[in-house]
Each structure stands twice: as structure tokens, then as C-alpha cells.
């Protein structure tokens, strides 16, 4: 392939993921209006972001509120102990979902690089579910973590990339 050609393909390629970041819900009619591309481009360009791993799958931003779930963040600051292959599999490979206390719901977990190892993104009924997280997580990988920080959101103005549509009330609170 001429490498002109690759940079046209790379370039409708994130023509066509900057549509799908704000809108995953887009329908392939509604998707060729916005690009300016035929449906079997886009049927194409689709598929090879799959196969390549570039898009993961689709998700529903959801308003937390509205289903009577508050957001937390949980920052967890990694020990010297070196992780276990129980842990390894258990933890990154299986996720958390079974030490899930009530009714918490893990969003997204992150390993970063900083001051704090790792990030865990969650929704949980109230502060006692999102501290019996923390006691669980503790009792089970305790020796792994030397410092944990919960952090409640009290509004997101962003999430993946798209804009609270109640940002006015975001305005009024601050």
C-alpha cells in the first residue's frame, strides 16, 4: 500500500472513530452523513478497527444520579511486594467483580504511572458500599497497597469525551 494511501486510510479511519467516541450509538445512515463515506467504507473502516483492537466494544455513558448511585475514585499506591501470579490472574485478568461488596459497579481500572499505581473508577450506592470496596480489597490485596485515597465526584463535566448535557447545573453549583 503507497504511503499515501495509508495516511487517507488512517485519516478515515479517525474521521470515523472521533464520530464513534461521541456518539456509539450512531446508526450507519446517520454515520455516513457525518463522514461523507459509503456504507460499505464505513462497514469496512468498522471492522478493521475492531480487528486491529483500536475499538474494544460500546458503552452507554450513564447519569449515576438518576439510578441513585454516587461515582467514587479510588487511588490505590502500590507496595514493594512483587504481585503474585495469583494475583496477577485473579485481579488484572478476572477483575475485581467478585469482590464486589453491595451494589458497587466498576467502571474502569487503570495502572498509571505517578505517585498512585493504580486508579479504580466505580459507582456504589452510598459511601459505606464504596468504604466496604476499600475493607474487601484490603483484607484480600492488602500487601500490595500501602495507600489508599476515595474520592467522591460530585458532578462529572466530562466523561469519555462527551460533555455532561446538565453542565448548567454544574454553573449554578459552583
Request: hydrophobic share 35%.
Amino acid at each position: 500500500m503507497a504511503k499515501s494511501s495509508k495516511k487517507t486510510q488512517q485519516s478515515d479511519e479517525q474521521k470515523v472513530l472521533n464520530v464513534l467516541k461521541r456518539q456509539g450509538d450512531i446508526t450507519l445512515e446517520q454515520l455516513e452523513k457525518k463522514t461523507g463515506f459509503s456504507r460499505q467504507k464505513l462497514w469496512r473502516i468498522k471492522n478493521s478497527l475492531k480487528q486491529n483492537g483500536t475499538i474494544w466494544g460500546y458503552s452507554a455513558i450513564d447519569d449515576s444520579g438518576k439510578q441513585n448511585l454516587s461515582q467514587f475514585i479510588l487511588l490505590l499506591k502500590r507496595s514493594m511486594k512483587p504481585f503474585e501470579e495469583k494475583f496477577r490472574n485473579e485481579v488484572v485478568k478476572e477483575n475485581l467483580d467478585s469482590y464486589l461488596p453491595g451494589k458497587v459497579i466498576i467502571q474502569d481500572i487503570y495502572y498509571t504511572h505517578g505517585y498512585f499505581n493504580a486508579v479504580i473508577n466505580f459507582q456504589a450506592k452510598n459511601i459505606i458500599d464504596a468504604k466496604k470496596l476499600i475493607d474487601t480489597i484490603m483484607i484480600k490485596l492488602g500487601d500490595y497497597f500501602t495507600e489508599i485515597q476515595l474520592l467522591e465526584t460530585l458532578f462529572p463535566v466530562r466523561l469519555r469525551g462527551i460533555k455532561n448535557p446538565n453542565i448548567e447545573k454544574l454553573v449554578e453549583f459552583i
